[in-house]
């Protein structure tokens, strides 16, 4: 049996992330981490997208996201800006999230245009939603809360392999400034 992770401000505000792209059109199968299934048409499956009237040809269609933490900085005193932390205070550490995305291609079907345009359409509601739109603060409320979330930035686009179907690949950065109280002991 798989363990569930520990909760952690990270993983809730990948959560919220998740939940946020999960609310667009079209987006297909949202993930909260990245999946890596050693069965191909078993990952492939967790990619699906049914939407018969996109392709008359009735291809299976497979597209979906996934998120993975890219980066945790540096910690820093809320009040001075500086990494030196007060012996009591507010800390904030900037997190950089990466979001894949992949979107069959099929010839003549206008896949590219499709998929850019969701693609743009994530880009815009991740921005929309300052501070991630207040859904991680309930889950963060013991520890913290989201100072600041975006902009997004698309950073590839390009053709890649998933589960051996050619896709439409794309990465996203998303960067999350959390803050939090802090109280040192010696």
Sequence with gaps: MIEKPPESPANRIRSAIAEIIANVTNVGSVHSELR?????SELAEL????????????RKVYRGFAIQRAAAGDVTDVATGHE????MGRQARPYSFQIVGHSSFLDGAATEEEFEAVVDAVMDQLDRQHRLGGKADAALAADGRVLSSGPSRATAFEFRQLAGILCHYCEITFNVIYERSVVYVD
């Excluded at 890596?36 to 191909?40: D, F, M, Q």
């Design 36 to 40: 890596y299934i050693s069965k191909p």
């Design 84 to 87: 030196t932390l007060t012996a």
């Design 47 to 58: 990619y699906r997208y049914d939407r018969d009237e996109w392709d008359d040809k009735k």
